[in-house]
Every structure is written in C-alpha cells, then in structure tokens.
C-alpha cells in the first residue's frame, strides 16, 4: 500500500508536536461510519437533530497534500462522495445502505498504511484532552463534508500564497524595512520581558495571597476547635466598642481644647495690638507746657519769637528720630554682633572721624576746578583731594578687613552698610548740632534774664508797686488753692466706707493692670532679646572660618604693620636725640628764601574752557562765525599740490622737514 505525501500546517502556538504518525482512521472514517450508522437508523426527518459536542473552529485541523494517482479498482473518498451526490441529484430513491457501507470498507482497508505528519493549528478543544464519553452526535450531511473539504482547500491555498509572498519579501530586503523589523523585534522582545516581569509579580501576589488565605483558615480552624465560649465574644465586642467611645470623646474633647486655644490666642493678639497702640500713643505723646511761677515776667514778643524757635527745634528732632528709625535704628538691618566688628574695623583703619566719612559720601560734594588766580583757593582744593585720596586708601583697607572678619557678607553688602552708616552718622550729626543750639539759645536766655533782673534791682522804686499787684495776686491764689484742697477733704470725709472701698478697689485695679502691662512688655523686650542671643549663638558655628590663607596674609599685615609702628616710634626717638644734640640754630627776623615765580599753580587752557560760562561760549562762537573763522582751514590743502591724477590726498614723495633753526645752516 502507498504512503500519502505528509503536510505541515503553519505552527500558531508554543506546543509543538515534532512527529505524529497515526491510522488514517481518525476523523474521515469515524464521519463517514457514523454518516452510514445514521442512514441504517432511518431517514433525517425521522431523527431529532442534535448540536455538535464540539465547533468547527475548536477542532484539531489535519489535511494531506495533493495525493498520489490513486491505484486501480481502488475506490477513493472523492469517488464515494460523488457517487452519493449523483443519487441525491436524481430523484429520490432510498440507498442501499449495505453496497455504501461494503465500498466505504473497502476505501478505508486501502488507505490502512497511509501516515499523516501534522502540527497545532489552533488550541486544542477541552474535549480532545479529557476521553470522549460520549460519540459525536448530530446529522452530518454530505454537502457540510464537502464544504469542510472546500474550507480545508482554501485555508492551503492562502497559506501558499503567504508563503510565496513571505519568502519574496525576504528575498528583496530593504534598509527601512530592515530597521522597522529591528525596532519591531526590540519592542516584541521588550512586551515579552514586561509580560515575563509582570506574570512573576502576579505569583508573587498569588501566592502571599494563598499563604495569607490559609493562616487565614488556620487560625479560624483553631478557634473553632478551641470553642471559645459566646460570652468571651460579647465581653470583647463590649471592650472594643468602649475603647472606640474613649477615643471618641478624646478626640472631640481635643477638638474643643483647640477651639478654646484659638479663641484665646486671638484675644491675647488683641490685647497685644491695642498695648502697642498704646506704647506707640505714649512715645508720640508731647510734654503738657505747664505755667510757671515764681519768675520774672518776659517780654512777649521775645518769648513768642523764643516759643516758635523751640517748637521748629523739637519738630526737627522729632523728624530726625523717625528717620533714624525708618532708615534701619542703630544697626541698620544687620545683626548687633556683625554692626558692632564693622564700627571696630573701621575704627581700626583709622576712620574714626565721623566728619570725614559724612564728607566723603556726601551727595553734595563735588569737585570744583579753581576759575581764578587765588593761590589760597587752588591749595585748599589740593588739600582737599589729598585728603580724599587718604579716605580713599583707608576704606580700601577696610574692605580688605572686613572680608578677612566677615567672610560671609558679600563686598556689594558691605559697601551698602558703608553708605548707610555714612547717612546715620550724618542724622546723628543734625540731630545733636540742633540740640546745641537749643541749648545755646537757652543759654543766652538765661544770661539775658540774668541780666534784666540785674537791672530791674538797681531801680527798685520804679516796679515796686508792680511787685506789690504780683504779690497780692499769688497770695489770693494760693488761698484760693488751699480753700478747694480743704473742701475736697471735707466731701471725702462724707463719703460712704463703701464708696471708698470701691474708689480705692478700682485704683488697685488699675495700678495692677499698668503693672501687668509694663512687665509684659518688659518679657516682650527679653523675649526678644534672647531670640536675639540664641540667633547669633546658631549663626557662629554656621560662619565660615578663615582658611590658611587668610589667617597667613592677616599675620603678615599685622608683622608689616608692627615693624612700621616701631621703625616710625625708632625714628622719632632718633630725630628727638640728633635735635637735643645739635647747636642751636640762629634765628632772623629777615626771609631767608625768597619766593621764585612758578606757572606750576596757573589754570591750564582745558580747566579755563571749562570755567567759561554758556553765555562766554556762545560769545565766542559768535566772534568766529563774523569773522568766517571756519571757512579759513581746508583738509588736505598741504597735499593737494602734489596730486597728479590718481587721486585726492596721493603724495608720491615728501621729504622729511627740516626745522627752522636749521634752515639757514
């Protein structure tokens, strides 16, 4: 008996048979014996239709290539089917169930040796990996074989044609598609690591989840065996709902404490605002002018012309004040520590006249360039340059010094702190030049006062009997003032114990209260002051500390600076020695050097442009244009001569000049 040809099917799945060798026997003739069981039973209308136990997509697919010429007088399926589909065709006539059967066994023993070679298509149907129980039921009609036939025929010839196609588009590769494949590849392998990645992820859940579920039952299992009794249960039920109310109540207790604390913290704020008011109301507050007895009277228009010179002194104080405190206090926005190293480094460098440093940051301060013949103007003002130019020198080497000491304040820093002192010094100088005054004119006052009731004495008969209308006038007051303070005492004598108690209870009350707020006030004031402390304790370990380097240089300037003080001290105790040495020197009343003329002080031609006026400029600018100054001066007028063409300007040749004491040589 002939082999039929294998055919491999395209492999969609993982599971890969390598080879299956079976009977030919499997699907075909189990179909075609049942078909011939069903046709001996009766006909179709007579059977009830029953589903197939199993779809056609759901089926293990087998098919054989093209087969062989088959042997003579050896009936094939093809044959058989269409024998039967020519009956069918005519008119109806019951089959021969017997001849169908005898030449289907016959079909079947000649196809006894034939093998079949196959692979997995499709997943395997659930009922061909557990043992059939039951045979394939339902009416299976010649026309439905034949189509599954016809399915089996197309389903190979669109696999060849993806085949054939497949294998051209590895035949003719492209660079594109090349990296289009890798890229897919790369992703292909990436989804696969994920999916591996997230598969041992979800057994790793699965089984925490399984050993949970079984300590889970473990523990269930034992105290159902322990039989824990029903009370127990209620009496743990009870403890865990009172524990649940204890924290209950706690909670809305806390809530409520909090609410109160807030309420309180707001009323403290409130107190504490108006209290500030209050401070801020006191500070501004101006003395009462109370009258003054016992003086000579004034004139009045020197006392009112005195009253509005003070009054414009106090108002310029105050205004003062404010801006000393708007503008940074005494410290001007750094800490106390770091205020006081700058004062001492500047006082370490030698600036420690507040006059000069005004002077030197003074906006108002400009450099006049001298317009006359003065000698004593022109060395003022040369004066006044070196001295600058000493200030100058003297804050450079304080910067150098405060970089040394403030590592951590940047140069930009220090020079506006610099300039702020400049001003502050500069308000404390008004401020203090303007209480002087005050005092000099309260001075003078007390001097002329001094001198008016020297004079009132040498005429006593004059003003006696305006001394005598004074005199009367205070006593009456003064009975005046004793008859009230005697009343007074009186109505207090008549008053009720009880009206007392509750004057003197309120007093009390008041006197605490001020008490209280001045030692609020005071704590407010130490608060503030420890703040301050513990801020300038944490800011020294943060500081940086000065490297190698620096500590090195600071040594040197310091060695430097010493040696010069002692050579400098050396040389004073020498020249002091050599002068008590030394004869000494004649005097005369006669110059000894007489002064010798210099153009070294004289204004140069650029200082007297720039001391000429606007007006003096246009005067003279006026002059040149009446007399066509501008017109008289042509460029390249000394090379114009020599000009042969080429171009404007072209000297070919030109000697060097010769000067005009050589001319005639």
Sequence with gaps: MAAVQAHEFELDLSAVRARNTVLSRTYGRQVLLNKAAHDREGPASARRSSPPTRPLNRAVQTARAAPLSPRRGCPTIESILLQRQ????????TPSPATFVDSLEVALQAMDAQSVQRRIV???????????????????????????????????????????DRATYLATPSLAIKSISIEMLKTLQANDDALQLEGRLLAQKLDGLRRKLQSTAQTIGALRRRGAPLSDVDACREAIEAMEGTLAAFRSNQHGQFDDLVVHEGQLQHNLLRFESKLEGWSNERPIDRPTTGKAPRPAVASAA?????????????????????????????????????????????????????????????????????????????????????????????????????????????????????????????KKKTIATWRERKKS??????????????????????????????????????????????QSQRLEPETLTAQASVATLKRIEIKQKVALYKLEKEEEQMRQASLSELMKPLARAPSKEQLMTSAERAVHAAKVRLEKVLANAAATRQAAELPVRPKSSRQLVASASSDVLKPTAASAARAMTPDEVEQQSAARTARVAHRGYIPGADGAAHVKGRSFGHVPSQPRATPEWRKRL
């Design 445 to 490: 006052l007390e001097r002329r006062q001094a001198t008016a009731s020297s004079h009132n004495n040498e005429r006593p008969v004059a003003r006696s009997s305006r001394t005598v209308t004074e005199l009367a006038a205070r006593q009456r007051k003064k009975t005046l003032i004793l008859e009230w303070k005697a009343a007074k005492a009186r």
């Design 122 to 164: 499709a997943s395997p149907s659930r009922a061909l990996l557990v043992p059939a129980r039951k045979k394939v039921g339902g009416e299976r009609t010649t026309d439905a074989i034949t189509a599954w036939f016809q399915r089996q025929e197309y389903y190979l010839r669109k696999r060849r044609v993806a085949e054939s």
């Design 306 to 430: 005195i009253d509005v010179d003070t009054l414009q002194d106090i108002e310029r104080v105050r205004m003062l004040d404010d801006l000393l405190h708007e503008t940074g206090d005494a410290c001007g926005g750094w800490a106390y520590d770091d205020h006081a190293h700058f004062v001492a480094l500047l006082h370490a460098s030698g600036l420690t006249d507040a006059d000069d440093l005004v002077a030197y940051f003074a906006t108002t301060t400009s450099i006049d360039e001298p317009t006359g013949d003065d000698d004593d103007s022109v060395a003022d003002e040369i004066a006044h340059l070196d001295q600058r130019a000493a200030i100058a020198g003297k804050l450079g080497l304080f910067k150098t010094k405060c970089h040394a000491k403030l590592p951590f304040k940047s140069t930009s820093a220090v020079q506006t702190h610099l300039e702020w002192y400049a001003q502050h010094l500069s308000l404390l100088q008004a």
């Design 86 to 93: 020519l009956p069918e065709a005519a008119p109806p006539a």
